[in-house]
Structures are given as C-alpha cells and as structure tokens.
C-alpha cells in the first residue's frame, strides 16, 4: 500500500514544488527567530544572573568600604578579581545596629598571574567559619567538618578553571602549599570563581609578604536582619552612622546594568518588531502569489467537493510548516549566536550563570510560537482569498 | 436519483454586453440514463453543465435532486453535494501537479465527511486506474504523463466517490480514437452495471449518438434532439 494522502503530505509536496521560495520565507522567519531568541537569550541570562546572585548570598545587605560599592559588585557579579578593605570593627559596628541579626566577614585576596608556581589570577576568599552563613549553605556534603587551616574549597567554576575537577589536590597560594579539600556547589554567582580558606591562614600568606591585607582587615560584611525589621532601614542607618563603609542592599544589586538591561531590551524589541513587520509582509507577498498561482488548482479542489476548510487548512499547514521549520532553524542559530557572541559582549561574559535548560526550552519554545505566529499572520489574508475560490473557475478554464 | 430542472436561466454581462447564456431551460433526468448534449461553441453547455454541478448559481429556476432544491444548500453543503453524490470530468486537464495520479484519484476521498479505510480507498483507486489502463501510472505525477493519459486519470477520479450522476464536459476531447472508445466502453459499463446517469456535453454527433437521449442546446435554450 502507498503512503496514505494526508493533508500534511500534501501541503509539504506543494512547498517543494518551489523550493527556492519557500527556502526564502524560512530564512526570513529564521532570521526573525534568531534575533528574538538571541534577544531573549541575552536579556534572560543577563537579568537572572543578576538576581540569582542577590538571591543566592543569602544577605540582605552587603558593607564594603566606602567607595567601593562597584567593586564589591565587580566580585560578585562579573567575577571580576579585586581587592579593597576596610577595618573589621566596621562589622562590628554594623552588629549593633537595630534590626540586624547576623553578621559574617569576607576577606578578598588576589593570586598573581605569572608568580612561580601560584595557580593563574584568581580570587580568594577568605572566610570566618563561625558567623559565616553565606559560604556554608553552598558546602552541602563535600566536607562534613571545619575547614583546618592549610585547607581549600574551590567554587565550582574554579575548579575548572585551575584544572582540578577533582578534589585532594595540592595546590600553591601565595607561596603556601593549600590541600583542596572540597569543591562548592554552583552558586550561579561569582563566588563560582573563588577559593575559600579559613582567616586563620592570613598570618601564614602575610608572611610570604604577597597580599596587600593588614591585620585587622576585612573586605566586605554580610548582613542578614531579622525578621520583621528593614533592610533599607539598616542600610540608612550604615550610610548615616559609619563614614567608612557603604551599603548595598540586596535589591540594588546590579540595579546600575539592570537598567542599562532595559534599555537594551527596548532596542531588541524595537529591531525585532521592525523584523516582524518585514517576516509578515514577505509572508503575505509569498502566499498571494501562490493563491493566485493556485487559483486554477484550488478551483478543481473545490469542484470535486472540497470544502473552504478543507483548501483553508491545506494552505495553513503550508505556512506552519514553512513557519515552524524557519522557526526551528532561527532558535539552533539564535541559540549558536548566543554561544559564540557571548564571549564578545563583556556584560555576559562576566555575568556569573548560564541559562539552564528549562530557561533556553522556554525561550525556544516562545521563539517556535512567534515565529509561526507572525508567518501565518501574513499569510492569513491571501489564505482566506484562496478559500473562497469560485470552483466555476475551473469549469471556464480560467 | 431524479434531477429535474425547471425554468433555469444564467445571464450575465461580458464587457458592458449582457449574455443570456441558459435561457429557461426545464427537463428531467431519472437514474439511469446516458444522455448527451450537443450544441454550438457558446450555445451554453458548459454553463448548463455547472448549474447542475452546484458550480455556479442559475439567475432563476431551480435544480432539484431527489425532490431537494441543490442551491438552498449552504456553502459546506454544496461542497457535499459535489463531493458525494456528482462526478466531473472537465473538459481539459484538471489533476493536481503535485500529486500523483493515485493520489489525485483518493483526494476526493478525503473530502468525504463518511470515509472508508485507506486501504479500503486506495484498493478502488487502483481499480479504476486499471479501468482507465493506467495501473502502471498510479506513481507518476502528472507531469510524467501524456495528455490523453491525464484525461484518463481525471476520468478515473470522477468514479471514486461513486456518484449518482456524472458531469462530463467534452470528456474525450483530446483522445485517440481507440483512447475514446475506451472511455465510451467504461462509461457505458458503469451507466448500466451501477445504474449510474451520465449527463455528457459533446461536440461530437458520433459520440452523442452513443447516448440513450439526446439533448441540443441553441442559444440558451435546450431541446429534445
């Protein structure tokens, strides 16, 4: 038995009788859903890292000294290696402030790229294991224990990036041999990057006489308030009460590239509508030159008994087919462009996650919807006139 | 099946001009029977032929089928009627490019709203394509074959639906004669095996002579021959 006549058979059968049009309104679609998915892409991936990283610290605020907002961001956000410090009785300060209820400190300290024998630039962290409550949730079941002194965790990213991708490993910091004991899970943030040790290392590495911290120095303090009071609150009184340090509240984090996001977001929308408008044009101009061309066909179709649904639904399936098939190509080149551009924009390359799967199925899914959408929207008009073909057409000849 | 036809007339205007191109024209059609209609090129065959059809909608009178007026019918309706109770053979070429002739044979099929299996369908297809002698052809596209064997394909399509009545607008026009006889041989065999009524438009006196009644058509108006 032959394969049975379906509709859909017939609707790809007439699509390849003009391969090179059909071809040309798939690349138009495919070009339309690979701005929208790249546009998509980067804005999404942009936008969650930003939020996934003030989620994740489990702070509600962040002190850094003053002046040093951004490069506190830079860390956490852009992975970006950089030190400042500040004297650790500002965090001591914060403690008694009203409405705070637990405080732990940061030390960030800078390897040197090209030191003999220290691991490529990277930032360390280091941490204060007993009010810490910012690095501990991320530890899971790696360790199980403190860390001891002469121990390491690695960021998840890091320990790629130091070509471990296994624990136990030796490793040189700051002249000092470090044992990693542990990799973190991902955090989505730039903590990814890091090395954790404890403080009690720091009078071990000041000795080697590499990093620019004094005793007494921290880098930045995690704030978590209690529950009930106000960040903001705490953060005015920070800004009012102690002169040395800044606050950033968990929500003003990346508030200066979300902004700049949305007016990126604007110019994607714009270009892609522009885009559209152009896909359903060709759409339209593509499918009345084949009603008109088909005239005579669906003018026999119609004699013979079809219906104006039947002829309908003929030539939508040609245009979802078209639609789709330029839609599934425009999501694989979207989502390649994303891959292969992301290096070249800076703010994604510094943004800390990817987007995960469910993230890149949604905005393939959206991209699939769209992109046949605006195809059939074009071409409903001249499908509509082919459904209501006269069938006395083909009776005359015409 | 009974068609009656009464009072039917088609006017219309070609360039400014107007036409009456069916003028009055009542008769009845039992099942049955082969008839043929002659008549002068513009004499208003083709028109007659598609007001019966459902094709185009007579400026008066009314075409019943089994005692139902066929353009009281709604567009979907119309359609059915078209689909599953008439057979048309034009009068030129008229398959689907893009498909091949089994397939231009079960598309009619599939306009049905009472579908039999696929099976089922494709078996009559091949069937009426081997009455046609084109079994060989059921996967040839109609650009692979000759003029005369698209007419028989496009003869072989009207079957497939077993209609009551067949529609068949000059429908060996461009045939051989051997070709023709053919043709003649099926349409007789299925008027009187399945008591099919056959309704053929024709230039051709021999031809029309093949019918059990004649029909002339002259300026609009038709008349027993």
Known sequence: ?398 | MRLVVEDVSKSFRLNGTPIQAVDRVSFEVGRGEFVSITGHSGSGKTTLLSILGGLSRPTAGRVLLDGADVYSLGSDQLSEYRCERIGFVFQFASLLPALTALENLLLPGRFRSRRGTAAEEEAAAVELLGLVGLADKAGALPSQLSGGQQRRVAIARAFVNRPELVLADEPTGDLDEETEAGVMKLFRTINERSGTTFLMVTHDTDLARQASRKLQMHKGSLREA
């Not at chain 1, 679609?29 to 929208?36: M, R």
């Not at chain 1, 002829?311 to 639609?323: D, N, S, Y």
């Open chain 1, 1 to 398: 038995m032959a394969r049975p006549l379906t509709p859909l058979r017939h609707a790809l059968r007439n699509l390849a009788r003009k391969p090179s049009r059909s071809a040309i309104l798939v690349v138009a679609i495919g070009l339309l859903v690979s701005v929208l998915v790249f546009a998509l892409s980067f804005v999404r991936r942009v936008d969650a890292g930003i939020r996934r990283t003030s989620e994740r610290l489990g702070a509600d605020l962040i002190v850094v000294p003053t002046g040093s907002r951004g490069a506190a961001e830079d860390v956490l956000l852009e992975n970006k290696v950089s030190t400042f410090y500040m004297d650790r009785s500002i965090a001591d300060r914060v403690r008694a402030i009203p409405g705070v209820e637990r405080v732990t400190t940061q030390t960030y300290l800078a390897t040197i790229g090209g030191e003999c024998c220290d691991i490529p630039e990277t930032m360390v962290v280091m941490f204060d294991q007993d009010s810490d409550f910012v690095v501990r949730p991320w530890l899971g079941r790696q360790l199980g224990r403190r860390l001891h002194k002469g121990e390491a965790l690695v960021g998840s990213q890091s320990a790629f990036n130091i070509n471990l991708g296994l624990t136990r490993v030796d490793a040189f910091l700051f002249g000092n041999v470090f044992r990693m004991v542990g990799v973190l899970d991902r955090t989505g943030t730039g903590l990814d990057t890091a090395i954790f040790i404890d403080e009690s290392n720091l009078d071990d590495i000041r000795r080697k006489g590499k990093v620019a911290v004094r005793p007494g120095q921290v880098s930045v303090a995690f704030v978590r308030a209690a529950e009930g009071a106000d960040p903001e609150k705490i953060a005015a009184a920070v800004e009012n009460g102690i002169v040395e340090a800044d606050a950033v509240s968990r929500r003003d984090i990346g508030r200066g590239v979300l902004r700049s996001l949305a007016d990126i977001g604007r110019m994607f929308l714009l270009t892609f509508l522009l885009a559209a408008v152009l896909a359903a044009c060709l759409a339209w101009a593509v499918f009345s030159g084949v009603a008109n061309e088909r005239a005579r066909e669906v003018g026999i179709m119609r004699a013979i008994g079809a219906k104006e649904s039947h002829v309908t639904r003929l030539f939508l399936l040609e245009v979802v087919a078209i639609g789709a098939l330029g839609s599934v190509l425009g999501i694989a080149s979207g989502t390649a462009l994303t891959l292969a551009l992301g290096r070249s924009f800076s703010i994604l390359e510094k943004v800390p996650a990817g987007l995960g799967f469910l993230e890149r199925a949604g905005i393939g899914a959206s991209g699939l919807v769209i992109g046949t959408g605006i195809c059939v929207l074009g071409a409903l008009a001249p499908i509509r006139r082919a459904g209501r073909t006269e069938p006395l057409r083909v009776l005359k000849g015409e």
